[in-house]
């Protein structure tokens, strides 16, 4: 299985630059705020489903 890189500073800066809330970015991705959040926190990482 291949690694994938994940960039959550540039998650973040895309949709700020796009002025899109969390809540409405994770709504439209399929997870809740709260995961959203750890996504671009560097908490966790998203699933490969859920990647974008």
């Known amino acids: 299985m291949q690694k994938v890189i994940f960039y959550p500073d540039k998650l ?3 949709r ?3 002025r899109i809330t969390q809540d ?3 709504k439209a ?4 705020r709260t995961t ?3 996504w671009e926190n560097s ?3 998203p699933k490969e489903k859920k990647r974008i």
């Open 36 to 38: 959203f959040n750890k």
């Open 24 to 26: 409405k970015l994770a």
């Open 29 to 32: 991705v399929g997870v809740s």
């Open 43 to 45: 908490v966790t990482a």
């Open 12 to 14: 973040y800066e895309i």
């Open 16 to 18: 700020t630059k796009a």
